[in-house]
């Protein structure tokens, strides 16, 4: 018996049906993307008969350099705890919005400032901000 000795076969990929698929899926995507967009939209939105509070945003609470609070038109004393979460607790009644900003002055001790998100987090305030002013580039 004789075997002839057979010529190996080259193997190789077909990369033709492969980019065929990656044309199609790319078509797909691009006629099913929509891009339009939403703000451009002319929307006059519902009007509510409760009150506008979610809209308002977060409350804000002053600090001044002196220790003394102040939410809305409400002074609260340096070290008055109790006073000032009457007085916040007060403030964020009926507001879907549970964050506060808090605008202490550079001069305020830090003392204030951690009382004051104390007596926040008591409240279940959710997000609390601490507002600063702009760097100023040449310093």
Known sequence: MRFRPRAPQEVSVNLTPLIDVVLLLLIFFMVTTTFTRESQLDVELPRGGGSDTAAQGPLVLAISAAGRYRIDDETVSPGNRDRLQAVLGAAMEGRDDRSLVIRADAATAH?????????????????????????????
């Open 111 to 139: 003392q204030a400032v951690v009382s004051a998100m104390d007596v926040a987090a008591g409240l279940g305030v959710q997000r609390v901000a601490i507002a600063t002013a702009p760097a100023n580039r040449g310093e």
